[in-house]
């Protein structure tokens, strides 16, 4: 898998593809970064087949996705947040996977930006505290009431306020920022499980526009957000492992600690989408690590499974019970149940110990939201 990355992005080597492997590029999001190098692939013809069926229906989203953002009907400036800010650093930009379009705009500028996109056709389909998601067609818009997810206020507000200041009418923010935008794009999503598509964004960032002589600058805005250390040791096991040319800024990174993150990068998958029910034990140890995360956690997973309760709107500010039930009752049918306890139990400390040495954010730990004018730590 890693050996296919590098010739992917470096065209070093040659790579024989199984069916194992081409169920990893899909799990990591990265299958259609191989597409300009997919005549060197050794592989059989119905993987061949069947990949370059996946490869044609992803480039035709990620032209939907192009061409939807080309056409925002927005009058308000706004900025767009990954996606194709992350794609203008690959060789081939075209073949970095889209999702979403991430969008952010001035405070006062988002209540407007909202109405045009519902005049021109989009849908609400959720809005929380972080962000309001529409939908016009298959494409989903995310308009971001802010971006950072932190456990520190003064972090958060240091980084959404260099996003804001920074819109323009390019749409783009500087590359620093936007590499920062990056990382913090990292550390939100490495708790719950983190892809190597994620990875790769940074990399090509860094390949891009951090030498050695760029560090100095971008190491100041790295640690005022608490990602110094993250920057470094992602840098390094990008160079260690994924071909990465080496710079000096990032040579005493914990190779060790590479390493952890590799292999956790590796059993997630994209958005921890290889994280089965197997590691569910794990997830409620991990989130119940105080009294509001276990009941955000118990009461999300209840609303979600209780069909009584979906039904029910009465029912509903109860189904964290219905699913504390669930989880004992599960948890207690397993064979060996309090030896795989004990084992979930471990593999959290580890996992908490790895995400502090990182220094990414927690839920546990308190989150920083805006709301009212203001950062608050929940």
């Not at 400036?77 to 999702?99: D, F, N, Q, S, W």
């Not at 509001?292 to 209840?302: E, H, I, N, S």
Request: aromatic share 8%; with cysteine.
């Amino acid at each position: 898998m890693l050996d296919l990355i590098k010739l992917a992005l470096w065209g070093t080597g040659t790579v024989e593809v199984n069916q194992e492997i081409y169920k990893e590029t899909q799990d990591q999001a990265v299958s259609l970064l191989v597409t300009p190098v997919m005549s060197k692939l050794i592989m059989p013809p119905d993987i061949r087949s069947k990949w370059r069926e996946h490869i044609l229906k992803l480039i035709i989203y990620n032209e939907m996705c192009l061409y939807a953002q080309k056409s925002l009907p927005l009058t308000v400036p706004y900025v767009i947040l990954k996606g194709t800010e992350a794609a203008k650093y690959y060789p081939h930009p075209e073949y970095r996977m889209m999702g979403d379009i991430d969008i952010m705009t001035r405070r006062e500028d988002l209540d407007k930006a909202k109405q045009e996109l519902i005049a021109d056709g989009y849908q609400t389909v959720k809005e929380d505290e972080r962000e309001i998601t529409l939908k016009k067609n298959t494409i989903e818009i995310d308009l971001h009431y802010y971006f950072a997810s932190l456990n520190d206020k003064d972090q958060a507000k240091f980084l959404d306020d260099l996003i804001i200041d920074n819109i323009n009418e390019t749409h783009s923010l500087p590359d620093p920022i936007n590499g920062l935008v990056l990382l913090e794009h990292i550390s939100q999503h490495l708790e719950h499980g983190l892809g190597l598509r994620q990875i790769i964004d940074w990399m090509m960032f860094v390949n891009k526009c951090l030498p050695d002589e760029k560090w100095p600058e971008f190491r100041i805005i790295a640690a005022q957000t608490g990602m110094e250390t993250l920057a470094i040791v992602t840098t390094k096991m990008c160079e260690i492992y994924l071909g990465l040319p080496p710079r000096h800024w990032c040579e005493n990174a914990d190779k060790d600690l590479c390493k952890e993150l590799l292999d956790y990068v590796l059993a997630s998958g994209n958005f921890g989408s290889k994280r089965t029910d197997e590691y569910i034990g794990e997830e409620v140890f991990f989130g119940a690590r105080n009294i509001k995360t276990t009941f955000k956690l118990l009461q999300a997973r209840g609303k979600a499974n209780w069909k009584a309760a979906r039904k029910c709107a009465i029912l509903r500010p109860v189904a964290w019970i219905y699913q504390a039930g669930r989880y004992v009752a599960r948890g207690l049918k397993r064979d060996n149940a309090s030896q795989k306890i004990k084992q979930e139990r471990i593999a959290v400390k580890r996992k908490i110990r790895f995400l502090d040495r990182l220094g990414v954010k927690q839920t546990a730990k308190g989150l920083v939201i805006y709301k009212n004018g203001e950062y608050k730590k929940t």
